[in-house]
């Protein structure tokens, strides 16, 4: 937890966020943070682990798996998801904010984000490739993933309303790194961060793809789609997704001063989903 908050501060935080119309009907979601928030402050981290909180949050016996049973993973994601809402509507002049990082149970109180960007020598917001991740081991799937990182990045380069960091290279991997490309360069000087990871499943594609905000992490874009995989259309395929990602984050209104909306954004809408 933050210095600057006291243990009554943030009590009084999770209060105004359980008793809020965005939470009003997120029972579970309630059980979960208010569970989060006295377990951290109590210094509880054992009891903030999988397990735990399946068993003590949601009431499941002491044969539960949480490594089989998603049930508490897909919970904390819907739960990050709508902290975020909440923040960047209702709450957003809250005096603190509670956040469930991604990766851990634990309970942090920052402060708001200035909304004002602090005079610089840039034009424009720098947006940088955080990670491409390919979800195989396959050659074909990891060289499509390289092929794919530079079509997206091409199509990126167009935007005239942010500048685009180089990522890193894909070459030079050892067999065992394949499945996770990691194109971190310059990523600690951005303002907002590409992650992008490619699952495949028969004949089908799945490309799932997230921009935040680099100092405060928070969800500016999410969104996935699929694309169906036939050999001889690797260069089509990469270069639609490309352009799904491009037009996703072009319209993600992390550039609304020079991006006009999408004509028709209810199909983004409606395929919109965390996975």
């Known amino acids: 937890m933050d210095k600057h908050f006291s243990e009554e501060q943030i009590l009084q935080e999770l209060q105004?966020?359980?008793?809020?119309?965005?939470?009003?009907?997120?029972?579970?979601?309630?059980?979960?943070?208010?569970?989060?928030?006295?377990?951290?402050?109590?210094?509880?981290?054992?009891?903030l682990s999988g397990y735990a909180i399946g068993v003590e949050?949601?009431?499941?016996?002491?044969?539960?798996?949480?490594?089989?049973n998603t049930l508490v993973r897909v919970t904390a994601n819907k739960l990050r998801l709508k902290l975020d809402h909440y923040y960047s509507n209702a709450g957003r002049d809250n005096p603190m904010r509670l956040r469930l990082p991604l990766g851990s149970y634990l309970v942090t109180a920052e402060l708001p984000p200035h909304r004002t960007r602090e005079a610089s020598d840039r034009a424009h917001p720098v947006m940088a490739i955080e990670s491409f991740d390919c979800?195989?081991?396959?050659?074909?799937?990891?060289?499509?993933?390289?092929?794919?990182?530079?079509?997206t990045c091409l199509a990126l380069a167009e935007a005239e309303c942010f500048m685009l960091a180089p990522p890193g290279h894909m070459s030079d991997l050892a067999a065992t790194d394949q499945a996770k490309v990691a194109t971190r360069r310059h990523a600690d000087e951005a303002?907002?961060?590409?992650?992008?990871?490619?699952?495949?499943?028969?004949?089908?594609?799945?490309?799932?793809?997230?921009?935040?905000?680099?100092?405060t992490r928070y969800v500016?874009?999410?969104?996935?789609?699929?694309?169906?995989?036939?050999?001889?259309?690797?260069?089509?395929?990469?270069?639609?997704?490309?352009?799904?990602?491009a037009d996703g984050v072009m319209n993600s209104g992390a550039f609304?001063?020079?991006?006009e909306p999408p004509e028709d954004d209810e199909e983004s809408r409606e395929r919109a989903s965390v996975h």
């Open 191 to 215: 303002d907002l961060l590409l992650t992008c990871n490619l699952r495949w499943s028969d004949t089908r594609l799945r490309v799932f793809a997230q921009l935040v905000e680099a100092r």
């Open 135 to 151: 979800l195989s081991k396959s050659d074909e799937h990891v060289d499509f993933c390289k092929g794919f990182l530079s079509e």
């Open 57 to 68: 949050v949601f009431g499941r016996g002491e044969d539960f798996d949480p490594q089989t």
């Open 16 to 47: 105004r966020v359980v008793n809020s119309d965005e939470f009003r009907n997120a029972q579970r979601l309630k059980q979960f943070l208010t569970y989060a928030v006295f377990e951290t402050l109590a210094g509880r981290e054992r009891n």
């Open 220 to 245: 500016v874009w999410i969104d996935s789609k699929e694309f169906i995989w036939e050999s001889g259309d690797l260069l089509d395929i990469q270069a639609d997704a490309a352009a799904f990602i």
């Open 256 to 259: 609304a001063t020079t991006v």
